[in-house]
């Protein structure tokens, strides 16, 4: 599950990474976040009428037929293999791709030995930004709308099933135009475990698990908190 996540890319530099044209104009300005939690706002790229558009989404999704804020839990992630059955998921496969672009994120090994579920921090090589597959919908609440998203999740690869069985869906700067307009063959095919470059994995402080705790120490690197025994 992806729950956390890290973003330090200023907005310009989110929209040089996807290639945006020098006169388009990026109207939206953010600040480091070490410590992104769901109904947060994530920058995210989509096409509309074949332009590339970057715009903040409110992190979890409602059904779309929830026309309220009823308090129910919002849905952070969509898994890769019943995006195209749910009903909630199977339109947006079709119309409502996204990448949401991040420098990082948390997952939470549990262990029979652990008092509580230990964090650890996942990146790419220095920070570069990482293409997370993502899907969108416009929501109406009233007389207003929203934007939300969820991060599509698949199988983790070898490396990161040591602290968690899923991972997020990631896709290289190669794919992103097939992930946004292909076919929804194509771009299915593309929600694979990451292969490409090893990603850096390193455990941190609990102190990520209080949302208020957003500072660079969230990501530094600490001494094992729990040794792992043999039921582990």
């Known amino acids: 599950m992806c729950g ?3 973003i330090t890319s200023s907005a310009l530099e989110i929209a040089e990474h996807f290639d945006f044209a020098s006169e388009e104009q990026i109207a939206v300005a953010n600040t480091p976040n070490f410590n992104v939690a769901p109904t947060h706002q994530l920058l995210s790229l989509y096409e509309s009428d074949g332009k590339r558009v970057l715009e903040p989404f409110h992190w979890g999704m409602q059904p779309l037929w ?4 009823d308090g129910r839990a919002p849905v952070i992630n969509a898994r890769a293999e ?11 496969i079709v119309g409502g791709r996204c990448v949401v672009a991040v420098n990082g994120y948390y997952e939470w090994l ?3 030995a652990a008092q509580q579920k230990i964090p650890y921090f996942i990146s ?6 990482i293409n997370m597959c993502a899907l969108w919908h416009t929501r109406v609440i009233g007389e207003n709308s929203i934007k939300e998203v969820a991060i599509i999740t698949v199988a983790a690869n070898v490396q990161l099933s040591a602290v968690h069985h899923r991972m997020p869906a990631i896709v290289d700067p190669f794919n992103v135009d ?3 307009k292909g076919s929804v063959s194509d771009s299915v095919q593309l929600l694979q475990s990451w ?4 990603l850096q994995m390193h455990e941190v402080s609990t102190r990520v698990n209080a949302v208020r ?11 094992t908190q729990v040794l792992p025994t043999l039921f582990d």
């Open 66 to 69: 929830n026309a309220q804020q």
């Open 110 to 112: 549990t262990t029979h």
């Open 195 to 198: 292969g490409g470059e090893p």
């Open 178 to 180: 097939t992930w946004l």
């Open 213 to 223: 705790n957003n500072s660079p120490e969230n990501i530094a690197q600490i001494s």
């Open 82 to 92: 019943t995006i195209t059955e749910k009903p909630m998921f199977r339109d947006r």
């Open 4 to 6: 956390r996540l890290v």
């Open 124 to 129: 790419a090589q220095n920070m570069e930004i």
